[in-house]
């Protein structure tokens, strides 16, 4: 009996260590699951932060704080005066990589209009997104090549609407536009931009036009709350906190391509629904607004 016994015994010994390991790797396994599960759950970086340093004078911003630079592009027809400038515009940066210095904002444009000169570098743009009771323009002003994309109707959404969520995604479309161009999306109609240029440098010159534009400071600096906190939304994933943080803005923005149903947005091609450039409301608004520019 004690051969046998010993026997019994020795085999036991050699299961233990594989039931052990066996054990050990479950708990490895469901502890690298819970760790992918609160990764998952951590917020993205920040898609817009407020800059407080670093040098981003430009030639047109030094021009236009003492004088309506005056943009006269015989190739394409277009000619507007521009408005005075701040001498000292609030900065924002996006997950992108683009700067956004706000030239003007509805607080010295009788809250006609927000007028910003974005730094683009190559390939940058925004995700998918609308704004619920805002137009805007689009204008490089640079050699550069910006791919606008709109919807292929002319289609606006309500508030309470977000397309490939309670109502269908739009059919979409892109042009591009180059130096002297103007592009017009309205209010309620999804839309976004890239940065196709071959230079490798950022464009300088490009600017974004909003109107009435209320609300576009606070996207900008990340507020997630009424209280104006610029805290992440916790336990919320990336993508959902940024759509929830620009929403509360009404500027619901989607970095999944769900709006337009598809991820590859980037490589939307077609028509574009167009009514015009709308060139001569945006010079009115900007004659307009000159009522209210501050003293500096």
């Known amino acids: ?29 469901a502890l690298m699951a819970l760790v992918g599960l609160l990764l998952s759950q951590t917020p993205a970086r920040a898609q817009f932060v407020e800059l407080f340093s670093g040098n981003h004078q430009t030639d047109t911003l030094k ?16 000619k507007v005066t ?6 000292k515009p609030r900065k924002f940066k996006t997950a992108g990589g683009d700067v956004l210095v706000m030239l ?7 809250g006609l209009y927000q007028l910003s000169e974005t730094i683009a570098p190559y390939d940058a743009g925004p995700p998918p997104h609308f704004h619920y009771d805002t137009s805007e323009w689009f204008l490089p002003t640079e050699d550069s090549k910006f791919r606008i994309y709109g919807t292929q109707k002319a289609k606006p959404l309500t508030p309470g609407q977000l397309p490939g969520v309670n ?31 071959s230079s490798r440098d950022d464009i300088r010159g490009f600017y974004n036009i909003w109107t009435p534009a209320n609300g576009v400071n606070n996207w900008f600096a990340g507020e997630s709350s009424v209280n104006g906190s610029t805290a992440p939304l916790e336990g919320v994933p990336g993508p959902q906190a940024t759509l929830l943080q620009t929403a509360l803005w009404g500027v619901p923005h989607d970095p999944t391509g769900r709006f ?31 009522a209210c520019y501050p003293r500096q």
């Open 82 to 87: 521009m408005p005075r400038f701040l001498s």
């Open 260 to 290: 337009v149903g598809r991820s590859d947005y980037r490589n939307l091609r077609g028509p574009v629904a167009s009514d015009g450039n709308h060139l001569a409301e945006l010079q009115e608004l900007f004659d307009r607004g000159e």
């Open 63 to 78: 021009r236009g704080v003492t004088e309506r630079i005056v943009y006269d592009f015989p190739e394409t027809g277009l």
């Open 104 to 110: 003007r904002t509805p607080e010295d444009t009788c």
């Open 1 to 29: 009996m004690r051969p046998q016994s010993a026997t019994l015994t020795a085999v036991r010994h050699q299961r233990w260590p594989r039931l052990i390991w066996s054990k050990l790797s479950l708990a490895i396994a």
């Open 167 to 197: 109502v269908p995604s739009p059919a979409m479309g892109s042009i591009v536009i180059e130096k002297g161009g103007l592009a017009y999306s309205p209010k309620g109609t999804v839309h976004f931009w890239h940065n196709e240029s």
